[in-house]
């Protein structure tokens, strides 16, 4: 087991410069050439595309547009998960809504390199709203090798187990705050990865802090100790390897290797 340390690097880093607030990032390939980009969410409900035009060890990002490829505005304060959903080799796109909770498929009917996107279903394959402030994310929890979903939401996390497969999803309610999971101030915006390097998925949560005191919002790291296939969270510290408590009312942190290293 090996924690990582963490740098501020400083803010609007590589030409990422969205617009909006309650800004949330998530990172996908979009054009095929072997690069992250980013698609980003936000309080108007736009979702805005930064192609990565340097590589990935240096990136250097462009905005393409906001709502690009068919993708649209279906809310307010939105939250992108991306993943192939349907096993066909592309990314697909599925978001959240912060009034009504709901989830919007849109699925991409291009390719991995020309991306087409049509908003094909709210609340697809059995998954359901979730209530005030969805904000989705898929990740494996048990292993099996199939795309499952955890869902944050003002009051908590929500998971959803995928007992289909990877080409046919079909996700059945786990429930609320499973495997550990707990529930912070507002706002839980989850990512997963091996966070320290034990060969299970560990999860960073950001949170929202309108009106608590100090002013501000945090990152909860809740580590996994049980395995990659039966996971069982448990709150292991606040803010912890390096990270910094936010400034602003809400935080929402992502995870990627910036620099290929």
Same mark, same amino acid.
């Given at each position: ?45 736009? @979702?805005?595309? $930064?192609? !990565?035009?340097?590589?990935? %060890?240096?990136? +250097? #990002? &462009?905005? /393409?547009?906001? =709502? *690009? ?87 908590? @996390?929500?998971? $959803?187990? !995928?007992?289909?497969?990877? %080409?046919?999803? +079909? #996700? &059945?309610? /786990?429930?609320? =705050? *499973? ?83």
């Amino acid at each position: 087991m090996t924690d990582p340390t963490f740098t501020l690097m400083g803010t609007a880093l590589f030409g990422l410069s969205p617009s909006g607030s309650a800004t949330v990032l998530r990172y996908g390939d979009f054009d095929g050439d072997g690069d992250l980009d980013v698609l980003v969410g936000n309080n108007n409900g736009d @979702l805005q595309l $930064f192609r !990565n035009v340097g590589t990935p %060890t240096s990136p +250097s #990002f &462009t905005l /393409v547009g906001t =709502n *690009p490829f068919g993708l649209a505005d279906v809310g307010n304060f939105i939250v992108p998960a991306l993943a192939d959903i349907d096993g066909d080799g592309d990314l697909d796109v599925l978001v959240g809504e912060r009034d009504t909770g709901n989830l919007f498929l849109f699925r991409n009917a291009g390719t991995s390199a020309a991306p087409s996107f049509t908003l094909e279903a709210t609340n697809p394959f059995g998954l359901s709203g979730v209530g005030y402030k969805a904000a989705p994310v898929f990740v494996d929890l048990d292993g099996d090798g199939d795309l499952d979903l955890v869902v944050g939401k003002s009051s908590g @996390l929500v998971a $959803f187990e !995928n007992i289909g497969t990877t %080409t046919q999803p +079909s #996700f &059945t309610l /786990v429930g609320t =705050n *499973p495997y550990g999971l707990g529930n912070v101030q507002d706002y839980s915006t989850p990512v997963f990865a091996d966070i320290d390097n034990d060969g299970d998925l560990d999860m960073l949560v950001g949170e929202t802090n309108n009106s608590g005191a100090p002013y501000g919002s945090d990152i909860y790291f809740y580590r996994n100790v049980g395995t990659a296939t039966q996971p069982s969270f448990t709150l292991a510290g606040t803010n912890p390897f390096g990270l910094t408590r936010g400034t602003a009312s809400m935080i929402a942190p992502s995870l990627l290797d910036i620099d290929a290293r």
